[in-house]
């Protein structure tokens, strides 16, 4: 075994069916009493069940957050919270909810509670992200890491089913890109490997019954450790390219990064053979069908879009695209190179299985 460096990230997890219930005992853990709660204009009645749960502990409700986090609206949370006198920021919902908590950490250091219902894994890291003027800027930050993550299965019910593969997908991409990583180690490989497992088995079956505990709960555990591995390694090709996407041309995150996700594999591929082996056998496909193909087959066969065009993108956009991906170059195992990106990104626009 080669030597390698792991330096896990600070948090606590609460998790188990019915543990929003242990929402204000871990405020207090936290040494907070003045939370202000953060949603998306869809999830208010559910942000105004955590308030209520908070009782005096909460200050109110900001039910803004949008997707891929634009600065205006970072500031107008900042602001709120400054005038609110709050000390501690609950995220209630997906991965745009918990990129406005972070925005206002990374400005304040206020302290971050999440409560996922999806399956975003946006709550295990340190990883940031704000557009400004059509490009979203990333970075690395320890203040926007939220201190306590509570994930109840219980609350992911009313996602609905298309939304909750796309979402389960998202997390597969952070734990594939995760082992293609140049700053990956063997616990990580293990994460990634046990989160990819956990989502393969939950999403058919989510497909069949959107209400079933046990995916719900494997669903939910895969995104955690999905989560996990994307904060503790550099993102790569992948993420470059969602990142763009989403940031440059507003395309929906976890439907974008089911798209793009076979098509980066397939571009890594002989780059990373280790890691492509540890996709197959998480997902449990046969040697004759590649990691990449095993990732198209399981979004496609369970109703997920895999075409960008579907999602909006025109096919004039691609060369855009292509060149702000060459830009600020996230490490990747194989280097990029403008013709098969571009390659690439035609047979996501088109929705090709990967070959």
């Not at 079956?205 to 390694?233: E, F, I, M, T």
């Amino acid at each position: 075994m080669p030597a390698f460096v792991h330096s896990p990230l600070p948090g606590r997890v609460v998790f188990g069916a019915g543990s929003l219930q242990q929402l204000s005992a871990e405020i207090v853990a936290m040494g907070c009493s003045r939370a202000l709660v953060l949603c998306t204009p869809e999830q208010t009645a559910l942000a105004q069940r955590v308030s209520d749960l908070l009782g005096d502990k909460s200050v109110g409700i900001f039910d803004r957050a949008t997707m891929h986090v634009p600065l205006e609206t970072a500031q107008h949370a900042r602001a709120v919270a400054r005038e609110l006198g709050a000390d501690c920021a609950i995220a209630v919902g997906g991965g745009s909810t918990t990129g406005l908590g972070k925005a206002i950490a990374l400005d304040s250091g206020l302290p971050i509670l999440a409560i996922p219902t999806t399956y975003a894994g946006s709550e295990m890291t340190p990883i940031y992200g704000i557009t400004q003027d059509g490009l979203k800027k990333t970075g690395r930050d320890a203040r926007v890491l939220p201190r306590t993550v509570i994930y109840d299965p219980e609350l992911s019910y009313s996602l609905p089913v298309d939304l909750s593969v796309t979402s389960a997908m998202n997390a597969i991409a952070h734990a594939a890109e995760g082992l293609c990583a140049v700053d990956g180690n063997p616990i990580i490989d293990l994460m990634a490997a046990e989160g990819i497992a956990a989502l393969g088995r939950a999403i058919p079956r989510l497909k069949l019954q959107a209400h079933d505990p046990s995916a719900r709960h494997d669903a939910l555990y895969g995104a955690w450790l999905c989560g996990s591995v994307l904060g503790h390694v550099g993102m790569a090709l992948h993420h470059k390219l969602c990142h763009t996407l989403g940031g440059s041309f507003n395309l929906p995150h976890a439907q974008t990064h089911t798209v793009v996700l076979p098509h980066a594999l397939a571009y890594n591929a002989s780059a990373a053979p280790q890691a492509m082996q540890r996709i197959q056998s998480a997902l449990g496909v046969r040697s004759t069908t590649s990691a990449a193909q095993a990732v198209y087959d399981l979004a496609h066969d369970n109703g997920a879009p895999t075409s960008l065009r579907e999602l909006g993108l025109h096919e004039n956009d691609l060369h855009t695209a292509l060149e702000i991906a060459l830009q600020n170059q996230y490490p990747n195992p194989r280097p990029l190179v403008r013709e098969p990106l571009l390659a690439l990104l035609q047979d996501a626009f088109e929705g090709r299985r990967p070959h």
